[in-house]
């Protein structure tokens, strides 16, 4: 699994942006794909993650509702979508893989692949 989160950039409080992750290990199909942030001086937060077939998803209290997973394995491609964005939500995103579902914890995640910031305006 070798992954590269894209798609941050600069947004209005209230917008939206797609985040991609790309695996170009072509192996990220057999385990769950889950999405981190990092504010400066904060630990790691639990985003959202999906199952190995995308069938099924979970998402840390802060985003739900607002924010939504998906994954495309024929593109090997993990995505988040988020709506509604608020200046709270300003960090490095990154994306991870996990061969326990329904974990939250940042060190049941590997292979992290190189961020991307999402910087929300107010």
């Known amino acids: 699994v070798q992954l590269q989160a894209s798609g941050g950039g600069l947004v209005q409080a209230g917008g939206s942006l797609r985040l991609s992750c790309a695996d170009s290990?072509?192996?990220?199909?057999?385990?769950?794909m889950g999405w981190f942030r990092q504010a400066p001086g904060k630990e790691r937060e639990f985003v959202a993650a999906?199952?190995?077939?995308?069938?099924?998803?979970y998402y840390g209290d802060s985003v739900k509702g607002r924010f939504a997973i998906s994954r495309d394995n024929a593109k090997n491609t993990v995505y988040l979508q988020m709506n509604s964005l608020k200046p709270e939500d300003t960090a490095v995103y990154y994306c991870?893989?996990?061969?326990?579902?329904?974990?939250?914890?940042?060190?049941?995640?590997?292979?992290w692949g190189q961020g991307t910031q999402v910087t929300v305006s107010s």
């Open positions: 991870a893989a996990a061969t326990k579902y329904g974990s939250r914890a940042a060190t049941d995640f590997g292979s």
């Open positions: 290990g072509r192996t990220s199909n057999i385990y769950v």
């Open positions: 999906i199952s190995y077939s995308g069938a099924t998803t």
